[in-house]
């Protein structure tokens, strides 16, 4: 089974350190994950939120790691030599790191973000390039694989970095069913694309109510017009009160969910991807490769070839 260690510094943030620990550690009827802390030393461990975590493995644990996740911590000081070593070791024997927030600086200590592309919380991604001139800071990602090394911007962005893996290893649905589990907002843009389920946008139940029913149709040819008349109000008013309420388009929306329905599609069929395109109202499989290229930077069949599941 594939194990998860959670390797928790002094001054762990608490909450980044439950958000793998809910995701790998919630045991179901499929046990995808063994999930476990560590720290240097078994033991307790303190946080920034005033109260000490039990770490149930010292710093051996790592050596037996699938996936070792950096929780945030407050940076003061670097890692320890130990740690770094570790830190290293694994990553040279093929295990996947991933950080959380300020883990990321953990990672860079290491050397394991040199040349890489990288993010952390947006507070803190300045100090983070000052300190690994090296690493090529994004702050405006909620988070950023490159290859085995992933980083998530802070706090509740690891939640979209652990359920992309999720999703990596065990596919769409594995996904969407943690997502639901936890009932969290099952779809966030990152670093890369992501997808869950189609989101219909908190709004007044006239806009709901509209959403809902354009989802229903996204094969439809559906104009600006159609969906101001089933909301009851006039097509200018229409736009005006959705752009207030939702931040952007109707038509813009519109494309948006076309597209999320077309990964969807890409994820869990086998259809061609004329069929995919025609079925989400993109039209043709050239625009779909548009649209994929411009929002996911990647190729329909590349993106079904990773998102189906790896195991």
């Not at 990596?168 to 936890?182: C, E, I, K, P, T």
Request: with cysteine; net charge neutral; glycine share 8%.
């Amino acid at each position: 089974m594939h194990l998860v260690v959670a390797f928790c510094l002094p001054d762990v943030v608490a909450f980044d350190l439950a958000i793998p620990s809910e995701v790998f550690g919630h045991h179901d009827e499929r046990n995808r994950y063994t999930f476990v802390t560590a720290a240097l030393e078994q033991g307790p461990v303190p946080t920034t939120s005033g109260y000490d975590i039990h770490a149930n493995h010292g710093i051996a644990a790592l050596k037996d790691a699938d996936t070792i996740v950096i929780p945030g911590y407050a940076p003061h000081d670097p890692p320890t030599t130990p740690v770094i070593d570790a830190l290293q070791a694994a990553a040279q024997r093929g295990a996947r790191l991933i950080s959380v927030c300020t883990g990321a600086f953990a990672l860079a200590a290491a050397g394991l973000l040199d040349g890489r592309r990288a993010t952390t919380h947006w507070r803190d991604s300045g100090e983070l390039a000052v300190r690994h001139p090296k690493v090529n800071v994004d702050a405006d990602v909620l988070y950023v694989c490159e290859g085995q090394v992933m980083t998530s911007a802070g706090v509740a962005a690891g939640l979209d970095l652990c359920l992309h893996l999720v999703r990596l290893d065990h596919g769409a649905d594995a996904a969407s069913d943690v997502a639901r589990r936890m009932v969290v907002a099952p779809y966030r843009e990152g670093g890369q694309a992501q997808y869950v389920e189609r989101p219909t946008p908190t709004t007044a139940p006239g806009l709901a109510a509209t959403c809902t029913w354009a989802l229903a149709r996204l094969a439809d040819p559906i104009s600006v017009t159609a969906m101001a008349a089933h909301a009851g109000w006039a097509p200018r008013t229409f736009a005006r009160r959705f752009l207030s309420e939702t931040g952007t388009t109707p038509l813009r929306w519109l494309t948006a969910q076309r597209l999320l329905e077309a990964r969807r599609l890409l994820e869990t069929t086998d259809l061609p991807v004329d069929q995919i395109a025609s079925r989400c109202g993109l039209g043709t499989s050239a625009n779909l490769r548009l649209h994929l290229a411009r929002d996911a930077a990647t190729t329909p069949t590349a993106y079904r070839r990773t998102y189906r599941g790896s195991r």
